[in-house]
Nanobody, 112 residues
Framework: QVQLVESGGGLVQPGGSLRLSCAASGSIFNTLVMGWYRQAPGKQRELVADIASSGIPGSVKARFTISRDNAKKMVYLQMDSLKPEDTAVYYC?????????WGQGTQVTVSS
C-alpha cells in the first residue's frame, strides 16, 4: 500500500506561485504513476497533472509543472501565475493498473 501526504497549500495573491509537495510511503513508489487532481467547491474533481514512473510528464495544465524525485519518494506541483479560479483542494494520487491511492488534500486559495 501507498500512503500520500500533501503539503504546501495556503493563501496566495493572484499572479503568485506555490509549490505543493506530496510525500509517499511504500516500496513501490518507483513503479507508480503520480499526479495531482483538484476540486473546487461545487465542481467535479479534475486532473491537474500527472507524471510517469520514468519522470516524463503526461497531461499538465498550463502554468503548472509536475516533477518527482524517486529517491525521496516525492512529487511536486509548481503552480505559477495563479488565478482565483485555481482555488481548490489539491489532491495527490498514485496509480498502477487498477490500484490507486489518494492523499487527504491541501487547500489552495488564490485571493487578494
Amino acid at each position: 500500500q501507498v500512503q500520500l501526504v500533501e503539503s504546501g497549500g495556503g493563501l496566495v495573491q493572484p499572479g503568485g506561485s506555490l509549490r505543493l509537495s506530496c510525500a509517499a510511503s511504500g516500496s513501490i513508489f518507483n513503479t507508480l504513476v503520480m499526479g495531482w487532481y483538484r476540486q473546487a467547491p461545487g465542481k467535479q474533481r479534475e486532473l491537474v497533472a500527472d507524471i510517469a514512473s520514468s519522470g516524463i510528464p503526461g497531461s499538465v495544465k498550463a502554468r503548472f509543472t509536475i516533477s518527482r524525485d524517486n529517491a525521496k519518494k516525492m512529487v511536486y506541483l509548481q503552480m505559477d501565475s495563479l488565478k482565483p479560479e485555481d482555488t481548490a483542494v489539491y489532491y495527490c494520487y498514485a496509480r498502477r493498473g487498477s490500484y490507486d491511492a489518494w492523499g487527504q488534500g491541501t487547500q489552495v486559495t488564490v485571493s487578494s
